[in-house]
């Protein structure tokens, strides 16, 4: 068993981190702090064909799996964590589409993804439906040969730069999660509209808002999947995606403890450097012991699905990976402040950036709480 990347992967990891160090690093606080869209970031993954890295060939992807996409997302989030959404935001708007799509919504929709000639959200929480997502009240109901749908989501990733929504919603209101189908609704669909543009601690590149669907028609054919089976399709799905969020947090930690480290080698107190005191060694020691960790738990994971292990017996894997890792960012980014003392606190460095950015991380996709959950039933039913 080995514990290393192959040739194209290191060659994929050391492309991507040196077109980051040029590009993206110089960027990142300007986007955070005029909370700026980074459309040229898009531009440079889509011109270095990153933006499908993750997609099978067939779809203009560099075949280069779920493993690839999380090489490619924490060398980019080592130095902004909006950049890498990009890449998360394609997995997310195209997962159920490559499990349970048909031909033509994956020809069309994983391909322009890839291509960057598509831009994707996903929808799936509502005002009262975050952790508890079975209970949506966004209702579907075919009449007269197309889907109408009504209700309301908040906390949608990019919709204001997406194409298409992939929208959950209840199609058998008494059913709970049985009664759940997913939609692919083009944003430029008549009665769609976005509302609020929530205000955030962090990650302010990529807005985050209230959707508002009022007699939504689209095309029968925009139905993903069997009826009323979509609550399972998006579970495997976020099970898959589970990695590529933990790959955001590794990314970052290893961007905090980079600058912690390069910051303690100058700085001097008591007439000598601060990294010659054990408390700073032990803090910087222990961020590589937990950073390390999370990567392998990452890879790991990604290696499941990129090998088709996905059933419910790995979920403990993928919540796994997700949740160290989460935990994990936060804790090396508050620790990392600390090691620069004052300074960390300031604007002047970007660790107080990365700390708020943390904080999401332990919160999308299944909070640390509802991953502790799956781990722990996941145990206890095998
Ligand atoms: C910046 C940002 C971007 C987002 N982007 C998207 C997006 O693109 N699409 C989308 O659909 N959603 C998105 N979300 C929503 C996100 O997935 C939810 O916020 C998350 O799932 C938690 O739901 P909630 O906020 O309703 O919290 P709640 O479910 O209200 O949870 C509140 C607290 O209770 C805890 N809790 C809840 N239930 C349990 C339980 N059974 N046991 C133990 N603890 C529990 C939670 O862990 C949490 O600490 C985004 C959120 C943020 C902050």
Not at 182 to 198: A, C, K, L, M, Q
Not at 237 to 257: D, T, W
Request: charged letters at 25%; aromatic letters at 8%.
């Amino acid at each position: 068993m080995l514990f290393d990347l192959d040739e194209s992967q290191k060659m994929l990891k050391e492309t991507v981190r040196e077109l980051s160090e040029r590009h993206i690093k110089p960027r990142a606080s300007e986007i955070d702090e005029k909370e700026e869209y980074p459309e040229d970031i898009f531009q440079l993954l889509k011109e270095h064909e990153l933006l499908g890295i993750f997609l099978p060939e067939e779809y203009h992807g560099a075949g280069m799996g779920f493993l690839g996409g999380c090489i490619v997302i924490e060398e980019i989030a080592r130095f902004c964590s909006n950049s890498p959404l990009f890449i998360v935001l394609n997995m997310l708007s195209s997962r159920i589409i490559q499990l349970s799509g048909n031909q033509e919504q994956k020809d069309q929709y994983l391909k322009g993804l890839a291509k960057g000639e598509l831009r994707g959200s996903y929808a799936l929480t509502e005002p009262h439906a975050g952790s508890d997502a079975g209970n949506i009240r966004t209702r579907a109901s075919l009449e007269g040969g197309e889907w109408v749908l009504n209700g309301t989501k908040c906390y949608c990733s990019g919709p204001d730069k997406a194409d298409f929504i992939t929208v959950a919603a209840k199609t058998d209101f008494n059913a709970g999660t049985k009664g759940i189908t997913y939609f692919i609704v083009p944003t430029n669909t008549d009665g769609f509209s976005i509302g609020r543009h929530e205000k955030k601690m962090g990650m302010k590149g990529i807005s985050t808002c209230i959707l508002n669907f009022e007699n939504v028609a689209i095309p029968k054919e925009n139905q993903i999947g069997e009826l009323n089976k979509g609550f399972k399709s998006a579970m495997i799905g976020f099970n898959q995606m589970r990695p590529a969020i933990g790959a955001r947090a590794v990314g970052l930690a290893q961007g905090c403890f980079d600058y912690a480290k390069n910051y303690s080698k100058e700085r001097e107190a008591f007439g000598t450097s601060i990294s010659n005191f054990q408390a700073i060694q032990f803090m910087l020691a222990d961020m590589f012991m937990q950073i390390e960790a999370s990567r392998l738990l990452v890879h790991k994971a990604a290696s499941l699905v990129d090998t088709g292990q996905i059933g419910k017996e790995n979920a403990r894997y993928f919540s796994t990976a997700k949740t160290f890792a989460a935990d994990m960012a936060m804790k090396v980014a508050i620790d990392s402040i600390q090691i620069l003392g004052g300074a960390g606190y300031m604007k002047d460095h970007p660790l107080e950036r990365f700390m708020r950015d943390a904080k999401q991380i332990q919160i999308v996709e299944g909070t640390s709480q509802i991953q502790r959950l799956i781990i722990a039933r996941n145990l206890l039913d095998s």
